[in-house]
């Protein structure tokens, strides 16, 4: 057994090698196996160890139960094989629980901020279609600065995340707070999710220069015709798609990291490919962008999207497609594949260190959940300890206990987007996996 890579020595540390005992062994219900050119690649997906099986140590795939000896011996001490009563499903869970303790803060240092609810487009598919459209006020903008200046610890560093709706609409509060924080000698850099359709090249140097601004997810949604179809902009002067490309072009030459977020369905399947070459054409030369696929949730948005698994079958099989051609226009792939391994947390709505606040000062958990499940608010400064601990709550399916990267996935109870990855969509991970784990092997992580 050789080691190959490992993602995470900690909670290798953590858990500790395992003892040899008088048992009879079976593979852990956590590996993945991939072959290559020079034996199996075996990942453990609690530890993300990854490594290569040669000659005899193979015998461990075509046997169900293993007697210790020499050949098997480092495999056991790192959690290849296990007893064949050990439970690894409870492993995880006290995994979990240790390290979730030791990163138990007091700080908060991530803070989502909406300074509008409000958006100047229409998207078919925006989980948002139903929000009301409220703007920040000063008064709360002032309340906001407070709050973090109270919560955010004694390094006084902070990263802030600007969402909406369109944050841009709300550009004097994002203004207001960033001032605010600089006269209360707070740290701060910024990052936004944005249409990218009010900015200019003045705009552009703003953010940069006084938000802090490093990083910026703009989506598109298909060439010129269907971008300006699906996004369906309010009383737009000019052309919207060419506008947005052209402030991309403004931000990279900023060097803000851009990350354009090419949305997927049936509606536009055939047209993307033609996107990403422009797309190439234009901003190939800029080291700060980059670009990923992300195929348009199902149930979502006032002209809900409803897919078969065929459809799902079609869009993934597309996606990696897309993901080729990504490649082949030089561009780099902003969502980079890594191997699995034991998460704790699922998303900020489990992380003690980010909150989400409204436009009205209310504070959340998760962009997803604006106005309900709430957590508190900037004015009082009050956090409801009872609801915080609700968003941690762990779903699983019974399926879940028994998938092989089932450490690495946490899926929360109280997630709008929960749902279980059966068929083609299971079936696309686990392969996603396997070539990871051969790329890595032949070509490392660069």
Not at 94 to 114: F, G
Request: charge should be negative.
């Amino acid at each position: 057994m050789k080691t190959i890579f490992h993602y995470n020595t900690d909670i290798s540390s953590l858990w500790g090698e395992q003892a040899v005992k008088d048992s009879v062994y079976r593979i852990m219900r956590y590996t993945v196996f991939a072959e290559c050119d020079e034996g199996v690649l075996a990942l453990n997906t609690i530890t993300g160890e990854m490594v290569l099986l040669e000659g005899d140590e193979r015998i461990i795939l075509e046997k169900k139960h293993f007697i210790p000896d020499a050949l098997l011996n480092k495999l056991i001490a790192h959690h290849f094989l296990v007893p064949v009563d050990y439970n690894e499903t409870e492993a995880v869970y006290k995994l979990r629980k240790i390290i979730k303790r030791l990163q138990t803060v007091n700080e908060i240092t991530v803070y989502t901020i909406l300074p509008t609810s409000a958006c100047n487009a229409k998207c078919f598919y925006c989980y948002e279609s139903d929000f009301p459209h409220v703007t920040m006020s000063s008064e709360t903008a002032d309340l906001i600065i407070d709050f973090i200046s109270t919560h955010c610890g004694d390094k006084k560093s902070v990263r802030l995340h600007w969402f909406g709706g369109e944050p841009m609409l709300g550009a004097e509060r994002i203004e207001q707070i960033c001032d605010g924080l600089e006269r209360e000698g707070i740290s701060f850099r910024s990052r936004m999710t944005s249409n990218g359709s009010l900015f200019n090249k003045e705009i552009a140097k703003r953010a940069k220069d006084h938000w802090h601004l490093y990083d910026i997810q703009i989506t598109l949604d298909g060439t010129e015709q269907i971008y300006c179809r699906s996004k369906s902009y309010a009383g737009f002067n000019g052309n919207p798609y060419r506008t947005v490309l052209e402030n991309i072009g403004h931000l990279l030459s900023l060097n803000v990291h851009v990350i354009i977020r090419i949305n997927l369905g049936l509606h536009n399947v055939k047209v993307l490919e033609n996107l990403i070459q422009e797309i190439g054409t234009l901003f190939g030369q800029y080291n700060s962008l980059s670009v990923y696929i992300g195929v348009l949730f199902n149930d979502m948005g006032f002209q809900k999207v409803h897919y078969s698994q065929t459809e799902i079958a079609a869009l993934e099989a597309a996606k990696e497609d897309l993901k080729k051609e990504i490649e082949k226009a030089g561009i780099r792939y902003a969502q980079r594949p890594r191997l699995p391994y034991l998460n704790t947390s699922h998303c900020m709505a489990d992380n003690y260190q980010a909150v989400l606040i409204s436009p009205q000062g209310n504070i959340g958990k998760c962009e997803h959940a604006v106005f309900d499940k709430l957590i508190g608010d900037v004015e009082s400064g009050f956090l409801d300890k009872e609801k915080i601990k609700n968003w941690e709550v762990i779903h699983k399916w019974d399926e879940c206990e028994a998938c092989c990267i089932y450490p690495g996935c946490v899926m929360l109870e109280n997630c709008e987007t929960l749902k279980p990855c059966i068929g083609t969509v299971y079936d696309f991970r686990i392969n996603e996996v396997k070539n990871t784990m051969t790329e890595i092997y032949l070509h490392g992580t660069s």
